[in-house]
């Protein structure tokens, strides 16, 4: 079956500092989207991405999605400590309901 | 902003009975899902639900879990029989455009199995 693989699982930075997170599946997506998860909280939507290669901003995040639409990675310039917190991705593969999460990467962030 | 209510928001039960897990998802939407997260791991989905039926569930999902919408507002998970691996925070989502759309999670409902 489908498996979304993504890494680092952990990720320690200084504040000030970029983070990057990569998200592989093990098949072609129709759309992958992305997740944040504060300690004790839910998941909540960040952004949708579709096309090729695709990349969308929000403010200090970037958002690529791969050519081949198997990978995608999130990428977030000077982390500030309200960045804390565990990034999914999610991927859907064409024709289905089901939204598969990668394992997800913690982020922290040292003032 | 409209939001994904779920009741209980903690849960404790005995090995062998059972729970249900209650759900009010936004009310225009009409795509209903659970996932559930053991602790520190990641979300894993459970089921779909459209048009008044499944419309896909994974393999976790087996003859021990079942879900309902009773009536317009609720979206129920009924699992029988707990066993501890039960154990979870479950989370329930709605979506107005299904899979190619962004999920609404509500805030989850945790479940600790004797």
């Known amino acids: 079956g489908q498996q979304v693989m993504q890494i680092p699982q952990y990720q320690h930075v200084q504040e000030g500092e970029d983070f990057t997170t990569y998200c592989n599946s093990s098949?072609?997506?129709?759309?992958i989207q992305w997740y944040k998860q504060r300690p004790g909280g839910h998941p909540v939507f960040l952004i949708q991405?579709?096309?090729?290669?695709e990349v969308k901003k929000q403010k200090r995040l970037t958002f690529q999605f791969g050519e081949a639409k198997k990978n995608s990675s999130l990428h977030i310039t000077a982390t500030q400590t309200t960045d804390v917190g565990t990034y999914f991705c999610?991927?859907?593969?064409?024709?289905?309901?089901?939204?598969?999460f990668g394992k997800g990467t913690k982020l922290t962030v040292n003032p | 902003e409209p939001e994904v209510t779920q009741t209980p928001s903690h849960q404790v039960t005995q090995m062998g009975q059972e729970v249900i897990l209650r759900c009010v998802p936004i009310?225009?939407?009409?795509?209903f899902y659970w996932y559930r997260q053991i602790l520190g791991q990641k979300v894993e989905f459970l089921v779909s639900?459209?048009?008044?039926?499944?419309?896909?569930k994974s393999e976790i999902f087996d003859d021990q879990f079942s879900v309902e919408r009773p009536d317009g507002s609720n979206f129920t998970l009924k699992i029988r029989s707990t066993k501890l691996e039960d154990s979870a925070m479950y989370f329930c989502?709605?979506?107005?455009?299904?899979?190619?759309?962004?999920?609404?999670f509500g805030e989850g409902s945790r479940l600790t199995v004797l």
């Open positions: 989502a709605s979506s107005a455009a299904g899979g190619a759309g962004e999920l609404f």
């Open positions: 098949t072609t997506l129709s759309n």
């Open positions: 991405l579709v096309k090729s290669g």
């Open positions: 999610a991927g859907l593969e064409g024709g289905s309901e089901k939204l598969v």
């Open positions: 009310s225009n939407h009409l795509y």
């Open positions: 639900f459209y048009n008044n039926e499944i419309s896909e």
